[in-house]
């Protein structure tokens, strides 16, 4: 090893999840959004002026956060933008889990959680989901330096009644909490309406689920001013400009359109419904779910060896091969078309 | 202070430069390209289907990748992509410089060094410029963790030739060196030659100057397979998607059109060498720039009185307010009609 090479930052190297090209195959792995973006965002891309390239792009996001505004009808001072949740959640970790007193996120649940918290040095617990994979609520009544969990939960699909999910931010007043919500609108109620309650409360959302805007990268983080605040000194203490000038200003017009993102996440349940009672019919259990995927283990075969006949036939669903869900599935919502193509591959295959 | 006040993260707030609105205002304050991105941006942008914004983004961004190996004619596994230089520089910082020695760079330079060495934990020296603000490069020949300095430097605009650039670099075979060329392209000589060379040498570019892309937010840095690998195991250790889809097809369709390119560049340079003859009539000396920017200080009217007279009139340039360089203006070349407007003023007011 070269004296260089001593002070390069030793991490656990990352393995790429499959991203397959083509056009034949059928995308059931990343839990994106099988409809476009509203037609605004088409029509603000078409009329889009390339010379404003040139400049940098307004480090505040003011036309993005003026329509996040608008609609969840919050005031700009209680809105935090970033690069996709991950940047937004990796923001908060960083500027409010600053304690000896460790972190609580659940054992089964995204999983940058604990890479964030190792990156900035933050100690933490993952007190376990139960048997049935709920949060129990009262494993987060303990001393902590603050609390993040997704609700739905991820790769579960789970949803904890805003009551339960109140329970556990009045209970730890003295702490940041987290609600991490990429999946609300899939039939959830967010906790968007406690952050005027709790001071301490942070909701987390994206634009990649619901929105169908992955590729752009938006998060957002609603909360209280002080909060806000925080999380801006801490993004503008270190760089000035993240979010490019094309995320912010079809950002803005992909929430103007309500109806359009209404009837969108209405399809998306409806098939989430239908696919409950065909992947039910062909063996299959799983939690109840309230997001776009729904995470499924079969009564006789093996998840890893329905995720790799899948896998050869360009179907493509995601495994993960860790304790306790080593025999699930989570299957993202398609069209009805892509849905039907595996229930089709499955019925041949079990 | 509620407790979880306490657990909020200590940082410089800070203070965000000039953005101005408007359309009759001169911008010469942000170093931005006056020209716009090459007409294959426009032609992509208009070509864009917005269909593709529901799915993630390519981590790799090959597309991006692919054109900068092409351009540059390096391979692939030679070049890192980040969002922004920014972007870029602070994972360089958070890869390479995990050492007890200090980190050295210039104490008049690009002001994140400093930020991102203390964000990171690393500890850092500033070796001082000359009266002539040039970087001495005997100051950079002792034992360090790593080192990191502009070419040409900012914001003096002075440039450093490359063998002085290679000197430091052969006598710091131990630690990585990172030359920032965020302005090479206007007229300087890049290291990138070097790479090859040297396995230690990591050269970082923008396409937020010459490439009049700063609203995209792109970053690249190319050096030796082994340094791009550590980058990207960084990266990919807590996030696996930061750029987006537009700044990926975009950035790759800006490095296609050379000529254009090469003709921007040209048109800045010698608008800057006549800037540098008419700020000279008007009383005004400088470092010898090869930026797009020249740092001058007036014969007689301090430096602060005449940024606020040229804001007073619209025509916006950089203050900075701190030692030893409290009597300069950082004046970007604009066009040759904003050049004008600025002489014009600048003969009534002095």
Chains 1, 2 share one sequence.
């Not at 990429?182 to 959830?188: L, R, S």
Request: aromatic content about 14%; charged content about 25%; some cysteine.
């Amino acid at each position: 090893m070269k004296p260089w090479e001593a002070n390069i930052r030793k991490v656990v190297p990352y393995v790429p999840g499959d991203q397959p090209k083509g056009s034949h195959l059928v995308k059931l792995n990343t839990n994106e959004n099988p409809y476009p973006p509203t037609p605004g965002v088409s029509a603000a891309l078409k009329e889009m002026d390339y010379d404003l390239f040139r400049k940098y792009p307004d480090p505040a996001s003011s036309v993005l956060v003026d329509a996040l505004s608008e609609y969840y009808k919050v005031d700009r001072d209680e809105i935090f933008v970033g690069v996709g949740s991950d940047d937004v959640i990796a923001m908060a970790f960083m500027t409010f889990f600053n304690s000896d007193k460790p972190v609580l996120f659940p054992d089964i649940s995204y999983s940058f959680y604990p890479v964030w918290a190792e990156l900035f040095g933050v100690p933490y617990e993952k007190p376990a989901l139960d048997e049935n994979f709920k949060i129990v609520k009262e494993e987060y009544y303990r001393e902590n330096g603050g609390i993040i969990f997704p609700n739905p939960n991820a790769p579960t699909g789970l949803y904890m009644p805003l009551s339960e999910v109140e329970d556990i931010v009045s209970h730890n007043q003295d702490s940041v909490v987290i609600v991490d919500e990429a999946y609300i609108d899939f039939g959830g109620t967010s906790a968007l309406k406690l952050t005027r309650k709790y001071e301490n409360l942070l909701v987390v959302q994206t634009f990649s689920k619901s929105r169908s805007m992955a590729g752009m990268r938006i998060g957002y983080a609603i909360g209280n001013p002080a909060l806000i605040r925080a999380l801006n000194d801490v993004k503008y203490s270190y760089n000035s400009y993240t979010m490019n000038m094309p995320s912010q200003i079809l950002g803005a017009k992909a929430v103007e359109d309500r109806a359009y993102f209404q009837d969108t996440v209405e399809k998306i349940i409806h098939t989430r419904e239908q696919a409950k009672l065909r992947l039910h019919e062909l063996g299959f259990t799983f939690p109840e779910s309230m997001a776009n995927f729904i995470f499924a283990s079969h009564e006789t075969a093996r998840a890893k060896d329905i995720y790799e006949a899948l896998r050869q036939n360009s179907i493509f669903v995601r495994y993960f091969n860790q304790p306790r869900i080593d025999n699930y599935l989570r299957i993202t919502i398609g069209t009805d078309e892509e849905m039907e193509a595996l229930y089709c591959f499955l019925k041949e295959y079990l």
